[in-house]
């Protein structure tokens, strides 16, 4: 039997490298082993205050985007959240399993909600929509970056309390599947936090999958490092920066760490490091671009893709929320 995979990514704008090495790149290398769902988690993104226009163009953004890094619609199941309700009726029912302390601990709740003026339910709420997502499918393997390996862990509570509740083996108990590089790329402005979509706008900070060759030399030229000059990976806070690009380069290339520290051992420095990682990222990223914007010229084409793929998330999501309905003690219309 082939193992079930879910994962999902908001359309918040502005993908990163991050995103790619942390979670698409994976999704797409072992697509064709695996039954696979990707989704696009619209209902996740309206957790904090999104302009509606451009949700609305970012959603289908990133669909193309997807398609772009290799997402195979032929080969794997992508659509966007909202389409299939059953995603917002399993999070419901989850709510009522679940209890309010579990929530309150999530790290990532604890760090949005500091830096929003008024902190939505829906934040707090966004782990029991995630472990829907999940669950509906009976996902065994969630790939993800590191940031998210808690929410999976809290899926995996839900899970065993629903089935200690109702019904043992009901839902399959997932695991987070994170990889050995990449799970956590950090800002080229600020090594000390993870690069984010959310920041991705300040000049500098990110990686964008869509930044042209340009905008990519030049933000990876600026990114912070240190005042020596020695080319080797670090755990030293103070040395997070080149150990960043060290890492950025040993996961679009898929070296060891001797083979990367080889290739830098005759280099002049932090310029000539920034110039390599820089080449390696465009060679890895510009093709993305290309097939991006022959994407959005299809837009009836990527439509139709989309409304495949809730088609077919609908087959397995709509019969296993009527089945947690039944088995709560809801009576289905007759
Ligand atoms: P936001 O800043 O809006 O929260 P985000 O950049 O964290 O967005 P998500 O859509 O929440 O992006 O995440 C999509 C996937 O990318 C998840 O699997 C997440 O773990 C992964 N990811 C996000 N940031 C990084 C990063 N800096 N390094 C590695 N993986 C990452
Ligand atoms: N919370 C995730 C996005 C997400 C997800 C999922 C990931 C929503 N539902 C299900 C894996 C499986 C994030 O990346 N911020």
């Not at 991050?18 to 993104?45: M, P, R, T």
């Not at 999958?209 to 103070?238: Q, W």
């Amino acid at each position: 039997m082939k193992k079930v995979v879910f994962s999902g990514i908001q359309p918040t704008g502005n993908i990163h490298l991050g995103n790619y090495l942390g979670a698409v790149k994976n999704w797409v290398a072992q697509q064709a082993e695996k039954v696979n769902y990707f989704c696009i988690v619209d209902l996740h993104s309206l957790t904090i205050p999104q302009d509606p226009a451009d949700l609305h163009f970012q959603t289908r953004s990133l669909a193309a985007v997807l398609l772009a890094a290799g997402i195979n619609p032929d080969k794997c199941t992508l659509f966007i959240q909202s389409h299939v309700a059953a995603h917002a009726e399993a999070a419901w029912l989850l709510n009522c399993v679940t209890p309010l302390g579990w929530l309150q601990r999530m790290t990532q709740f604890k760090d949005k909600s500091v830096k929003q003026e008024s902190v939505l339910t829906g934040l707090l709420d966004y782990p029991v929509l995630m472990a829907g997502d999940i669950l509906l499918y009976d996902a065994h393997e969630v790939p993800v970056g590191e940031d998210q390996k808690q929410h999976v862990e809290l899926t995996r509570d839900i899970a065993q309390r629903f089935n200690s509740l109702y019904e043992q083996g009901f839902f399959t108990i997932p695991q987070p599947v994170i990889p050995e590089v990449g799970a956590r790329i950090m800002g080229l402005d600020d090594p000390t936090v993870k690069m984010s979509k959310s920041l991705a706008h300040i000049r500098g900070h990110a990686v964008r999958l869509l930044d042209d060759p340009d905008e990519i030399r030049r933000s990876i030229k600026r990114a912070v490092t240190d005042s020596g000059n020695e080319i080797r990976f670090s755990e030293e806070p103070e040395r997070a920066g080149v150990n960043n690009l060290l890492v950025i380069y040993k996961a679009i290339t898929g070296k060891s760490v001797a083979e990367v520290e080889a290739d830098f051992a005759n280099a002049r420095g932090y310029g000539d490091l920034k110039t390599r990682v820089a080449e390696v990222v465009v060679e890895s990223i510009a093709p993305i671009r290309q097939r991006y914007e022959q994407l959005l010229k299809e837009p009836a084409e990527l439509d139709r893709l989309l409304a495949r793929g809730a088609e077919q998330a609908r087959t397995v999501a709509t019969p296993k929320v009527d089945q947690m309905k039944e088995i709560m003690g809801l009576v289905l219309p007759a």
